[in-house]
């Protein structure tokens, strides 16, 4: 009997990244939406056509399945007939036949790796693939008891030769404290890249090195209390993490190691991990758009960097469904306030309600108190200390990841002289935040926001249209002829592709380019 994969497929990728173009989607046919084929799913119909045989399937019987009509797919191990999701796939028929009778697992993860494949697909698996029984060759597994030794990393022959240097851990105790720290042999490190999440007696602190994850999971020998401290200390690459005792007893070990413990792997190929964060607030923004508090609980540290983005996931009617945002600020002069209550544990999302959607109605359906939960953060934007010109292109709710890094050049970049908004919208209803905007241009004289309608009413004064060469050239102005330029672009994928290629054609290269892809 084969086991069918029950937990959700963690994203161990970005879906919005450095990019010459987006994935664009098709149009589907009427019916063909995602919830009907959640309800096509529940049906109880055979979609494998194996009247509900799983079977164990070898190479030469997957290349015989190569057709619209009678295509099986390879991902991780496992086969499936997608044949019957063929019309309900948002990215067209063609874009799945690219992967039909092989194994589909690099195209899939190149384009969605996010997607949580094994709960949308599960009633069109076959089967597993076939595979040659191997020897495992010296390994041993079993519980060790952790000690407070440098143990040493699982890291591979090309991690060593390619990769940072692998990290290390120890832990001491006091009679009410216990320290764990993490030798990361990186100055450059920030206390974002540390994320920490402590549920019952596990204890999970994964730390973002470069292009890595190094991950320490242990189950603790005694019990904790929910707070703790975290501080890195930059100039040696050192972090430190304080728990507290629930007793001042003595321990003889920090406890046994969980999976992945003491591994330092390239992020893409880790899953991510979520926690349950409780809805504390929703307010209207625009007439479609609402602002969602969500507390992180009181056993986790997480600080989003700026420019990265977390998934929201749900179950709806059974079925896992998950979608990424990015964190934005409480409002957009909020950096600006004087210091007030510490809102590490608050994450803040712009959100467009979609009435005829799957998954934003669900979501505003929520009731204060409710829980979602909340990936890692994924992303790999990054902006230069020496930064002089900022030019930020956004379409609707593509303004969201804007507003953290506004907040972040104005704020933390001495040699910025200017940065510029262009924020594309249909209507004055639909501009998020415009007057928070407009008082900022006001505030910071470096700062400057211009507003395009392609259904304005009569009344208003400012551009029209849509992104076009023409307004391009006028907007990006740099101040000095060979000033350090980044231009960040994020909206719809159509405007994002259009955007690209006008970029390029007013010759600005890729380095200067940064697109938020969904």
Not at 341 to 351: D, E, K, M, S, T
Not at 412 to 441: C, G, H, Y
Request: glycine share 6%.
């Amino acid at each position: 009997m084969l086991n069918v994969p029950s937990q959700s497929f963690p994203a161990p990728s970005s879906q919005q990244r450095v990019s010459s173009g987006g994935r664009s989607k098709v149009p589907l046919k009427p019916g063909r939406s995602l919830m009907d084929w959640i309800r096509l799913t529940k049906s109880g119909k055979d979609l494998t056509g194996l009247k509900g045989r799983l079977i164990e399937v070898t190479e030469e019987e997957l290349k015989k399945h190569n057709k619209k009509d009678d295509c099986w797919i390879c991902i991780r191990g496992y086969v499936y007939n997608v044949s019957p999701y063929m019309e309900y796939h948002p990215g067209g028929e063609d874009e799945l036949m690219r992967a039909a009778g092989s194994d589909g697992t690099d195209l899939f993860d190149q384009v969605h790796r996010w997607v949580n494949y094994e709960s949308m697909l599960k009633e069109c698996l076959v089967g597993r693939m076939a595979v040659k029984p191997t020897i495992p060759t010296d390994y041993h597994e079993e519980k060790k008891i952790l000690n407070g030794m440098l143990p040493k990393s699982q890291v591979t022959d090309t991690l060593a030769k390619e990769g940072p240097i692998s990290p290390s851990y120890d832990w001491f105790q006091t009679a009410s404290l216990v320290t764990i720290v993490i030798y990361t042999k990186q100055k450059d490190l920030k206390l974002d890249s540390v994320i920490i999440d402590h549920q019952y007696d596990s204890f999970r602190a994964e730390t973002i090195i470069k292009d890595y994850s190094y991950l320490i999971h242990i189950e603790l020998s005694h019990e904790i209390q929910e707070d703790f401290s975290v501080r890195v200390i930059q100039n040696v690459g050192k972090i430190e993490i304080v728990l507290k005792k629930k007793e001042n007893t003595s321990w003889e070990c920090l406890g046994h190691p969980l999976e992945n413990h003491n591994s330092f792997v390239p992020k893409k190929d880790t899953g991510l991990y979520y926690r349950k964060c409780q809805l504390i607030s929703k307010e209207d923004v625009t007439h479609d758009t609402k602002l969602f508090c969500l507390m992180l609980p009181a056993s986790t540290h997480l600080q989003v960097p700026i420019g990265q983005h977390v998934y929201l996931k749900l179950t709806i009617t059974g079925t896992e469904i998950v979608k990424p945002y990015t964190p934005v600020s409480d409002s957009l002069l909020s950096e600006f306030k004087e210091p007030g209550f510490p809102n590490n544990r608050y994450i803040y999302f712009l959100i467009k309600i979609y009435p005829a959607g799957l998954f934003t109605p669900e979501l505003d359906h929520l009731q204060i108190g409710d829980f979602v939960s909340v990936s890692s953060p994924e992303g790999n934007f990054k902006i230069s200390q020496e930064l002089e010109d900022l030019f930020l292109l956004a379409a609707g709710t593509g303004f969201t990841p804007m507003v953290k890094i506004l907040n972040y050049a104005l704020i933390n970049i001495p040699s910025l002289r200017k940065v510029k908004l262009m924020f594309f919208n249909k209507t004055e209803d639909d501009i998020i935040w415009r007057s928070q905007l407009e008082n900022l241009a006001c505030k910071d004289k470096r700062f400057d926001a211009e507003f395009v309608l392609s259904s304005p009413s009569s009344e208003w004064k400012g551009k029209r249209g849509h992104i076009s060469p023409g307004l391009l050239s006028e907007f990006l102005k740099r101040s000095l002829d060979k000033s350090r330029v980044l231009i960040c672009i994020c909206g719809p994928a159509p405007f994002t592709e259009q955007g690209i290629r006008m970029l390029h054609d007013l010759n600005f290269s890729k380095d200067e380019i940064h697109s938020f892809t969904a």
